[in-house]
């Protein structure tokens, strides 16, 4: 039974969220610029002595205590926000990192998240077909729900399927993007047992800036939007974002002749003000989607077959300062993921609709002493999933305490964090880690950290309703997992060569995954059986020149199933990628060549994906400072791949865009 606190806490939260989502209200995370500053930090930022450094940070911080959280952040870069759920230095950080900028996703000229994703290290990727169709991240091996997903700090995904998809998301919008690899549920609890991946969308700046662009190519695809940000004088930010993107596709079955089309809008907003020393954010992050679906192997082309999403991420956060070194942060936001399938054949099982939403209230508190950083506070969510074809409406709800502590020595850094999350329909959950950054000097440091995590059951694991082929079940436990990280970087950095390179090992151990695993009479159900490792070597590593610049990665993996010993399906033992680029005269150019290894599709190891390789162009010629032209090709040596059995990839394609920024 709810207590009475609880029933009115949550009534109130469902008031303000209630508005907030008519108004369609959405935020980023705002975290205030921490001082604590390394000897890489020290040596690479300012050239004078300790003394004068922490006066002149000092008043850095006198100054800015009624600016924007996030606009430090932003302006700062490269700050890392997601590692410890405030804005940091990354030399700072133990967690193995990787920060994705604007200027990075526009040199990429990609539209969706999810082909920024595929390059990176430790990452797999798996589209069930080209735009538009189911997309899971698979993240140093670990599930497709072992990874967080947030955009502004807002948790986002489906609580029935416990995962989410990545097909819709466009690039239009976003800022940068943060990727921490390891268990980080000591801050962010269920489901960042792999790691956490947080998207900023784009924030206003002062005066008015104002973007168009537009791109056509292969498949008869189609894209343009509208970008705008500002601000005034009495420190108003706005930005506000509108993107189209439309094809005719190609069959989605890899054995198909229909082509199956595509077409996404995304509609964003963001608005900054100050009320007395407050910050308060408002912001909005809107995705609509339909595309046309196939079966896949054995089955190829279904037609007619149509899949509708709607995807919205809303909040409001306020940041108070209540001194020049305490700080609170409250965030109230709201999540919706509708995915409804339609096929008009007789008795198709295609028909269904699923409706998710999360509601979630965050209080943080920051206590910033310079070298020493001290967090702590409350995160509660509650999750509904219901679907009308399925007939059920379930609710669970998870009450988390979390606090972290940081402090940083001249040569030292190290971090600990931990937390406690109380679930309403499986067991409780205690989660820890430990990190720490040597700096043997000022080019080379060592990492390491470990930690626990945790996933709770999905509404369908729990209850998805009994049927003559299978049920759900009510007293699953949680998955958990611990595991470690160690690291070495050695950077340089010079006026005419920089080079850096990372080389980080990993070893994850997961317990009581859960499993749908059929009885003597093929009825399925979801058991806690399951237990895997996942563990290996990543390797990335960058040169700029002023000639041009090299970035590449690599990664092993070993992830096995140690029930069976099979491998997991559709996580490649190798993969890496290499980018050669250059900058000459307002052109800018890079080729990327992909290499991705052997899988298997299915957990028994019987469906094998083969090895591939391909290679994409880039383009982009500045005209003036106001236009823009683009070429990208991709897939030049047309490739036929698969990322999932049955399910085809685009062969080459060609794309010709144009930028406008006024």
């Not at 990727?125 to 698979?138: E, H, Q």
């Not at 190798?574 to 957990?603: I, N, P």
């Amino acid at each position: 039974m709810k207590s009475r606190w609880e029933i009115g806490r949550w009534s109130s939260i469902f008031r303000i969220l209630k508005w907030f989502s008519v108004t369609s209200i959405s935020s980023q995370v705002h975290r205030k610029y921490n001082m604590r500053g390394g000897r890489k930090w020290r040596n690479t930022l300012n050239p004078f002595n300790n003394k004068t450094l922490k006066q002149t940070a000092l008043m850095g911080v006198l100054a800015s205590q009624l600016m924007s959280v996030s606009a430090h952040a932003d302006e700062l870069s490269p700050l890392v926000v997601t590692a410890g759920r405030i804005a940091e230095n990354p030399a700072n950080v133990s967690a193995d990192t990787t920060v994705i900028t604007r200027d990075d996703i526009e040199a990429s000229q990609a539209t969706t998240v999810a082909d920024i994703l595929r390059t990176q290290a430790g990452i797999d990727v798996a589209s069930n077909g080209g735009l538009g169709k189911s997309t899971s991240v698979f993240l140093r091996g670990g599930n497709s729900g072992h990874t967080l997903v947030l955009i502004d700090g807002v948790r986002v995904g489906s609580v029935t399927l416990g995962s989410f998809d990545w097909a819709n998301l466009s690039t239009a919008d976003i800022e940068r993007i943060e990727i921490v690899r390891g268990a980080q549920s000591s801050l962010y609890g269920a489901d960042a047992m792999a790691g956490v991946i947080q998207i900023f969308t784009r924030k206003g700046k002062k005066g008015i800036h104002t973007q168009v662009f537009a791109e056509a190519g292969t498949y008869g695809t189609k894209s343009g939007g509208v970008s705008v940000q500002g601000g005034t004088d009495s420190g108003v930010t706005y930005a506000l974002t509108a993107d189209t993107l439309k094809t005719d596709g190609f069959s989605a079955a890899a054995s198909g002749t229909e082509a199956d089309p595509y077409d996404r809008t995304t509609l964003s907003g963001r608005v900054g003000f100050q009320a007395g020393d407050a910050d308060i954010n408002l912001s909005v992050r809107n995705v609509e989607g339909t595309t046309d679906l196939d079966g896949g192997f054995p089955f190829g082309d279904v037609l007619d077959y149509t899949q509708k999403t709607k995807q919205n991420v809303s909040s409001v956060q306020v940041v108070y300062p209540f001194s020049d070194i305490f700080e609170s942060t409250l965030q109230i936001s709201r999540s919706t993921d509708d995915v409804v399938g339609k096929d008009p054949a007789p008795f198709s099982f295609n028909n269904s609709d699923f409706k998710t939403t999360v509601d979630q209230l965050t209080l943080q508190n920051h206590l910033d002493l310079e070298a020493v950083s001290v967090l702590f506070g409350l995160d509660v969510h509650r999750d509904n999933g219901k679907s009308t074809s399925a007939g059920f409406d379930e609710t669970m709800t998870q009450q988390a305490l979390f606090a972290s502590f940081a402090n940083s020595y001249d040569m030292l850094d190290v971090n600990a964090s931990v937390r406690y999350d109380k679930n309403s329909v499986s067991d409780n959950a205690t989660t820890y880690k430990l990190g720490t950054v040597f700096h043997a000097n000022d080019n080379f440091s060592a990492s390491a950290n470990y930690g626990t995590g945790f996933k709770a059951p999905s509404i369908n694991d729990l209850y998805f309703p009994a049927s003559a082929f299978s049920a759900g079940n009510a007293n699953l436990k949680s998955e958990t997992s611990k595991g470690w990280d160690m690291g070495l970087n050695y950077q340089v950095e010079g006026d005419d060569l920089s080079y850096d390179i990372d080389v980080v090992y990993f070893n994850t151990q997961y317990k009581d995954l859960i499993v749908w695993s059929p009885d003597a009479n093929f009825f399925y159900s979801p058991i806690n059986v399951g237990q895997a490792t996942t563990k290996g070597t990543e390797i990335t590593a960058s040169l700029r020149h002023a000639l041009g610049f090299v970035r590449a990665n690599w990664t092993t993996l070993n992830a096995t199933d140690d029930s069976t010993g099979n491998w997991l399906a559709r996580r490649a033992q190798d993969s890496g990628s290499v980018t050669l680029g250059t900058d000459v005269s307002g052109l800018h150019a890079e080729v990327q060549y992909q290499v991705v290894g052997k899988r298997f599709d299915d957990a028994k190891n019987t469906k094998t994906l083969d090895a591939y390789n391909k290679t994409d162009l880039r383009l982009s010629y500045a005209v003036n400072n106001t236009w823009k032209v683009k070429f990208r090709a991709e897939n030049l040596q047309d490739r036929v791949y698969e990322e999932v059995s049955g399910y085809a990839i685009a062969g080459k394609t060609t794309y010709l865009g144009v930028n406008a920024n006024f």
